[in-house]
């Protein structure tokens, strides 16, 4: 069974870092895209970085570009998403996603792609 368990988030100032990470179980990263994905009250769910496990390709929204990184780490079937410089525009719910990998990695970020969600996890930028 798909378990994916997103930890991490928290309250943090304008500026600050956090390092989000995404636990897989019930399958190994290799043949998988993993997406981060982003919620906030009111607005539609925003696709904001992804790597294929695969070859370590990565894709990244423009709004976070320079700002996030994400990695992972296929030995402990983790991904992890290093966000800098974060802006209170950046509060939502943060939310991992895996996508399996069939023909080739589909990395641009659409919601459709992926086919098991995380519960997600707060984070909230605020002075």
């Known amino acids: 069974q798909v378990q994916l368990v997103e930890s991490g988030g928290g309250l943090v100032q304008p500026g600050g870092s956090l390092r989000l990470s995404c636990a897989a179980s019930?399958?190994?990263?290799?043949?998988?895209?993993i997406g981060w994905f982003r919620q906030a009250p009111g607005k539609e769910r925003e696709g904001v970085s992804c790597?294929?496990?695969?070859?370590?390709?990565?894709n990244y929204a423009d709004s976070v570009k320079g700002r996030y990184t994400i990695s992972r780490d296929n030995a402990k079937n983790t991904v992890y998403l290093q966000m800098n410089s974060l802006k209170p525009d950046d509060t939502a719910v943060y939310i991992c996603?895996?996508?399996?990998?069939?023909?080739?990695?589909?990395?641009?970020?659409?919601?459709?792609?992926?086919?098991?969600w995380g519960q997600g996890t707060q984070v909230f930028v605020s002075s």
């Open positions: 019930g399958f190994t990263l290799d043949d998988y895209v």
């Open positions: 996603a895996a996508q399996r990998i069939r023909v080739r990695p589909r990395l641009g970020l659409l919601p459709e792609d992926f086919d098991s």
């Open positions: 790597i294929s496990c695969r070859d370590g390709s990565t």
